[in-house]
Structure formats: C-alpha cells, structure tokens
C-alpha cells in the first residue's frame, strides 16, 4: 500500500505545474507523502513549482538527471577507452599483412639443366601482400622480422619409361641451404615432393627456391605443379 501511494504521489507531482487555485492540493498531497510511514530518499523535497523536466523540479526528476549525467560521462569515457584500444590495436598489426603463394608458369620444355645454381621463377602471383616477393627474382624478403612459414612443391616428369628422373631443389635462406627435395632414378616417370619450414627472420633477410646446377624440371604443363608460397607467423619486437 505504502509503494502504491508513492507512485500515485509521484504521478502526481511530475505532472503538476504551477497553476493558481491549486496550491493547496499541493501542499495537501506533499504533507501526505511526507507523513507516509517510512524513510523517504528524497527527505521532504517535493515541491513542485517548476517544469516537468528542469533540473530541481521534484525529488524524481532531480535522481532521473543524474543518473543521465552519470550514464553519459561513463559513455564518453568507455569511448575514449575503445579509441584507445583501436590505436593499440592498429599499432600492433600494422606490416602484418605479410604472405605471398606463386606457381611456375607452364611450359612445353623443361627448366634446365644450368652449368650454375640458379633461383626457380615462379612468375605467376596469387597474392603477394606486403609486396615482400619478387617474381622477376623469384626472391622474398622480409619486410619485417618475425617467425615466417613457407612451403614448396616441386614436380617433374620425363614422360618415358627408362628415361632418367633428375632434379633436385633447394630453398635457400640468406645463400645457406634450409631445405631441398631431389629425385635421381630411372624407376619413377614423374615424381612430386612438399616441405614446409618456420624460419626466424630479420627485415631485410631473402627466401629463395634454387635448382642445383645440372639438374632440371620437365612436363611442368600445368600452372599448380610448381608452387612456393609464405606467410609472417608472428612479428618480432625487433622493429
């Protein structure tokens, strides 16, 4: 009963204004919200001689106000927070963006054999983000250092029996071999090979396929038989 006089009082009183004749009524309804068993949270403030909504209108009001005010200045601060996180946020990825995947275009001839090592072109990009691999070089360096992830796949085939299989590929880090794949037998017509390796890296450091000198690729006829692609695991603090 008591909270239900509250809400008829509070009814009242937030939509009362001052009009003459009604003073009394007034005066009648807060002398009953002050006498109601009880502690009241807003004392004996509840006049009314105001605006609906101005600020030191009745008890109501004045609380309504300043829940608004708090509700706003925690969402200013909650924003300034997310901006905050946003700048952190675009500090830490950015030149993060860092892979590249390029096949060997096919040909009807083979590729080799050299009288000297040589690296493999894979000319035919897929994506190379960070702008970190070179097609005319057939190249990848580092835009930045970190923990790099790359793969391979060589194939080859002589396309006759008895004929001889003979290739053998080596991806290179910095001139010094980090992985190879070779084949050298008559039993096998065509054969295929895949390694994949994590490479700790500087800004600047090169990735490179290599065949060895005498050796060759043949019967690459079509464009996914090659491939070599790469990807930043993670970057390092160093830059």
């Given at each position: 009963m008591v909270a239900l006089s509250l809400m008829s009082v509070w009814?009242?009183?937030?939509?009362?204004?001052?009009?003459?004749?009604?003073?009394s009524s007034i005066d009648i309804l807060a002398q009953t919200a002050i006498n109601l068993p009880g502690t009241l949270s807003c004392g004996v403030n509840w006049g009314c001689?105001?605006?609906?909504?101005?600020?030191?209108?009745?008890?109501?009001?004045?609380?309504?106000?300043?829940?608004?005010?708090?509700?706003y200045t925690r969402l200013v601060a909650l924003r300034m927070e997310l901006h905050d996180v946003e700048m952190q946020t675009e500090a830490l990825t950015k030149n993060t963006h860092i892979a590249f995947?390029?096949?060997m275009a096919a040909r009807s001839d083979s590729f080799g054999p050299f009288t000297?090592?040589?690296?493999?072109?894979?000319?035919?990009?897929?994506?190379?983000?960070?702008?970190?691999?070179?097609?005319?070089?057939?190249?990848?360096?580092?835009?930045?250092a970190g923990v790099y992830s790359f793969a391979y796949t060589v194939y080859s085939s002589v396309g006759a029996t008895g004929a001889r299989l003979y290739h053998n590929i080596q991806l290179m880090l910095n001139g010094e071999v980090v992985a190879s794949t070779w084949e050298d037998n008559r039993e096998d017509t065509e054969d295929s090979g895949?390694?994949?390796?994590?490479?700790?890296?500087?800004?600047?450091?090169?990735?490179?396929?290599?065949?060895?000198?005498?050796?060759?690729?043949?019967?690459?006829?079509?464009?996914?038989?090659?491939h070599f692609s790469g990807y930043l695991v993670y970057p390092d603090d160093e830059d």
């Amino acid at each position: 009963m008591v909270a239900l006089s509250l809400m008829s009082v509070w009814g009242l009183l937030c939509l009362c204004t001052t009009v003459h004749g009604m003073g009394s009524s007034i005066d009648i309804l807060a002398q009953t919200a002050i006498n109601l068993p009880g502690t009241l949270s807003c004392g004996v403030n509840w006049g009314c001689d105001c605006a609906f909504r101005q600020k030191d209108c009745c008890c109501g009001a004045k609380q309504f106000t300043a829940l608004e005010d708090s509700i706003y200045t925690r969402l200013v601060a909650l924003r300034m927070e997310l901006h905050d996180v946003e700048m952190q946020t675009e500090a830490l990825t950015k030149n993060t963006h860092i892979a590249f995947s390029a096949s060997m275009a096919a040909r009807s001839d083979s590729f080799g054999p050299f009288t000297t090592n040589v690296p493999i072109p894979y000319t035919l990009i897929a994506t190379n983000d960070g702008n970190g691999y070179n097609p005319a070089l057939g190249i990848f360096t580092a835009p930045r250092a970190g923990v790099y992830s790359f793969a391979y796949t060589v194939y080859s085939s002589v396309g006759a029996t008895g004929a001889r299989l003979y290739h053998n590929i080596q991806l290179m880090l910095n001139g010094e071999v980090v992985a190879s794949t070779w084949e050298d037998n008559r039993e096998d017509t065509e054969d295929s090979g895949s390694q994949v390796v994590v490479l700790q890296m500087r800004r600047g450091c090169q990735v490179y396929m290599e065949m060895v000198s005498g050796r060759s690729l043949a019967g690459n006829t079509r464009n996914a038989f090659n491939h070599f692609s790469g990807y930043l695991v993670y970057p390092d603090d160093e830059d």
